[in-house]
């Protein structure tokens, strides 16, 4: 089990602003729905997912069984970057075990490269973190600061 942040602030927006309770923070019964559709839409799969999102406190509890560790960061990853999200209470399992990434916040004008260089001390994996980033960075190269992305 692990305990992740995210900028609350940042992140993909799933529900519009009135369907939000109060219009500040997204309710407890509508973005726990939200980001498992947003998941499934994501074609990231796991067995018995559930999101289970506390407004009050923004964080979002997730538990099921993905197939890779891989799988699993890039699940917590697409959940956390969400409008709303303060935290990830990660309690998924994983069938196939492996190393786990680091974990990094972008910063207001960065890129790829400028953070490949910074981990890698060579731009030109930039590439490298783009994959490891899927589905969250689709083909864009428009990086959010409060975004926080996999550094494997």
């Known amino acids: 089990m692990s305990w992740i942040s995210f900028d609350r602030e940042a992140g993909t927006q799933l529900l519009a602003p009135a369907a939000n309770e109060g219009g500040d923070a997204p309710g407890d019964a509508t973005l726990g729905p939200a980001i498992e559709a947003h998941v499934m839409r994501l074609g990231l799969r796991a067995e018995r997912f559930e999101a289970l999102y506390e407004a009050g406190r923004g964080v979002l509890l997730l538990s099921g069984c993905a197939e890779s560790?891989?799988?699993?960061?890039?699940?917590?990853?697409?959940?956390?970057?969400?409008?709303?999200?303060?935290?990830?209470?990660?309690?998924?399992?994983?069938?196939?075990?492996?190393?786990?990434?680091?974990?990094?916040?972008?910063?207001?004008?960065?890129?790829?490269?400028?953070?490949?260089?910074?981990?890698?001390?060579?731009?030109?994996?930039?590439?490298?973190?783009?994959?490891?980033?899927?589905?969250?960075?689709?083909?864009?190269?428009?990086?959010?600061?409060?975004?926080?992305?996999?550094?494997?």
């Open 69 to 152: 560790q891989d799988v699993r960061e890039r699940i917590v990853l697409c959940c956390g970057n969400v409008h709303g999200v303060a935290a990830v209470e990660d309690r998924m399992t994983v069938l196939m075990p492996s190393d786990v990434s680091r974990w990094r916040f972008v910063q207001p004008g960065e890129t790829l490269a400028a953070i490949a260089y910074d981990a890698y001390r060579d731009a030109n994996r930039a590439q490298q973190l783009r994959a490891a980033n899927q589905p969250l960075l689709g083909d864009t190269d428009q990086l959010q600061p409060g975004w926080l992305l996999r550094v494997p």
